[in-house]
């Protein structure tokens, strides 16, 4: 079961790096391996909001959708992910972003294993690089709006 966790200083306030992650409908036009998403539904519950989005992941020869329930905190500036349906065993992920002194820090934390041992085979290979990749995306995204 890998994980992956990392934290990043970037130039861009924790508010400008919550909405760019918050905004799941724009992932397939900047994010590797994301193919198409779609919001299914959102809650609004005052303090927070629940929203449950399907992604389609494409990787090599496989090509999967997945249903997650992200909860958006606005005010702690925090989005947490959990896997409903799909291809995985179990997924969740974790967000974080905190004004710091010229920018923010962002932590980012993923849990997840694939039901299909040969697709989790080819992940596990290059895991951290890839997930090195995905965050490295949201910094580049983040420049393309922000910079």
């Given at each position: 079961m890998p994980t992956h966790s990392e934290t990043r200083r970037l130039p861009y306030s924790a508010q400008q790096m919550y909405d760019l992650v918050?905004?799941?409908?724009?992932?397939?036009?900047?994010?590797?391996?994301?193919?198409?998403?779609?919001?299914?539904s959102v809650d609004d519950k005052g303090d927070h909001?629940?929203?449950?989005?399907?992604?389609?992941?494409?990787?090599?020869?496989?090509?999967?959708r997945f249903t997650s329930r992200v909860v958006l905190w606005p005010e702690p500036k925090k989005i947490d992910t959990e896997y409903l349906?799909?291809?995985?065993?179990?997924?969740?992920?974790?967000?974080?972003?905190?004004?710091?002194?010229?920018?923010?820090?962002?932590e980012f934390f993923v849990d997840f294993e694939f039901r299909n041992a040969i697709l989790q085979?080819?992940?596990?290979?290059v895991?951290?690089?890839?997930?090195?990749?995905?965050?490295?995306?949201?910094?580049?995204?983040?420049?393309?709006?922000?910079?």
């Open positions: 918050a905004d799941v409908a724009n992932y397939p036009q900047f994010l590797p391996w994301t193919a198409a998403a779609r919001i299914k909001s629940v929203m449950d989005a399907d992604l389609v992941i494409s990787f090599k020869v496989f090509r999967e349906d799909g291809p995985f065993k179990h997924m969740k992920s974790n967000w974080g972003f905190v004004d710091v002194e010229g920018g923010c820090e962002v085979k080819i992940i596990g290979v895991f951290n690089e890839a997930m090195q990749r995905v965050v490295k995306a949201f910094e580049k995204r983040a420049q393309a709006l922000y910079g």
